[in-house]
């Protein structure tokens, strides 16, 4: 047996999203704070992208890590049916408290995926529950969800679920509202609702994550929304990677005047640390399970369903978030892309740059089409890890959505990255 924990990796696990016969070791971490992830051969790497959009206060957090100990200590688990906790009922509270739309009941899950599952399923139910068939879901062309079933129909179809296709539900998926194709978005929505009868409409608010932060207009979403809802159509925000203050505000869903039935709420949510997925309904949703015949009762749940560990990391992460302290840094971090962004948006080597809340993306100018699978990924990928900062292009699409503890030293230090990269392919 070999001992290095590299090559035990490579022999033994089966990483996401990764060829088994890749190239390149799994890097091994120790130990993580703040920004930065250490690694067993010594280095210090810059977490841009908050491990996958989770972090918001850093690694290791000492208030998330106090009441994670302290829940541990107490109550480390117990089934969520017939059985509940303080650390779920207070999250729940708080979570109604600060969510849009007048959301009424919280259902836990344990990610971003399986959140958007269970929307999917009480939007189909929620028909059945009042007698009515359900219609089909419309999504954005672009769209990612997740990887379960359920997201994965919602999904764009492509590199994630091509494999799939031809086991997934049928699903519209309506042009992405780009910067003036905003009328033809908004004609193709009105045409759909008038061909076959819909029951939903899944959105990311916004912004677009695994499709390359691509960024939408507040003002077409509200129009889309509102055409929804005259069509008595409901709407999912799937804010798994909006929520909790990426976009500027708490939530993305708050930029539009008209709200969400139901949102689906992960990765920030958890402070980084303890796997959870929410899925928020409004009374709406609600009434039509106010019913005592089992075959109207939801059906869903996991084992870890409202795990108190996850509940009580997400309250502590959820003290910190609602600080005045962390507010600032999040309009620290807008300002500071959106000044880096004046002073680099004339360079030849970018395609587009955006800036939205605390999120920096920049499309690479290739000459060939923007997209997941597009050959200078791993390229750029090397470039920063090269310079010890953890960045995970999406294609050709390089973006900062950091920890929002992160100093502007350490900001600068990507910032600086960025500028050497453009200097190097513009040459
Ligand atoms: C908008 C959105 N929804 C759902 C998901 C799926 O979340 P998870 O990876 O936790 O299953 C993601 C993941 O990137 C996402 O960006």
């Known amino acids: 047996m070999n001992n290095n ?28 704070n703040g920004v930065f992830l250490n690694t067993n051969d010594g280095r ?10 989770v972090n918001l206060h850093g690694h290791a957090h000492p208030y998330i890590i106090q009441k994670l100990s302290e829940q541990a200590s107490v109550l480390e688990h117990v089934i969520f049916a017939g059985f509940t906790h303080e650390p779920a009922i207070r999250l729940a509270e708080r979570l109604l408290e600060i969510l849009p739309g007048d ?7 344990d990610n971003g995926s399986t959140a958007v599952e269970v929307a999917l399923k009480m939007v189909i139910q929620y028909s059945n529950n009042i007698g ?6 419309i999504a954005l062309e672009g769209a990612f969800h997740g990887d379960t079933f359920g997201a994965m129909a919602v999904s764009e179809r492509g590199i994630f679920t091509n494999h799939f296709n031809k086991y997934l539900f049928e699903v519209d998926h309506i042009p992405f509202p780009e910067e003036g194709q905003e009328e033809y978005c908004l004609k193709i929505f009105e045409e759909k ?22 960024i939408y207009s507040a003002e077409v979403l509200e129009k889309l929304l509102v055409i929804a809802k005259r069509n008595n159509v409901l709407c999912i925000a799937d804010e798994v990677m909006t929520g909790f203050g990426r976009t500027g505000k708490l939530f993305a869903s708050e930029y539009m005047t008209t709200k969400p039935d139901i949102i689906c709420l992960s990765k920030g949510i958890t402070g980084g640390t303890m796997p959870l997925g929410v899925t928020a309904c409004n009374a709406k949703i609600e009434a039509a399970f106010l019913n005592p015949e089992t075959s109207k009762t939801f059906f869903h749940g996991h084992s870890f369903t409202g795990n108190p560990l996850a509940c009580a990391v997400s309250n502590a992460s959820l003290d910190l978030l609602l600080n005045e302290g962390c507010k600032k ?39 060939v089409d923007t997209g997941y699978t597009n050959s200078i990924r791993d390229e750029l990928y090397d470039f920063f890890l090269n310079r010890n900062i953890l960045m995970r292009p999406l294609g050709n699409v390089i973006y900062i959505i950091p ?8 900001l600068n230090f990507i910032y600086e990255a960025i500028v050497d990269l453009l200097k190097k392919r513009q040459n």
């Open 44 to 53: 210090k790497i810059i977490d841009a992208i908050s491990s996958w959009w």
């Open 329 to 367: 840094k999040i309009e620290f971090l807008n300002k500071e892309h959106k000044a880096f962004k004046d002073k680099i948006k004339a360079s030849k080597a970018i395609r587009k740059i955006s800036v939205l809340g605390t999120i920096l993306s920049i499309e690479i100018e290739t000459f």
């Open 403 to 410: 920890p929002y503890i992160i100093e502007e030293k350490e």
């Open 132 to 137: 009515k068939e359900p219609g089909k879901v």
């Open 5 to 32: 924990l590299a090559s035990k990796d490579k022999e033994y696990i089966w990483h996401p999203y990764s060829s088994l016969v890749g190239k390149q070791d799994n890097i091994v971490i120790t130990s993580a």
């Open 193 to 214: 609702l008038l061909a076959t009868t819909v029951t939903a409409f899944i959105y990311e608010p916004l912004i677009q994550g695994a499709a390359g932060m691509r």
């Open 103 to 109: 959301q009424k009941k919280i259902f836990f899950s």
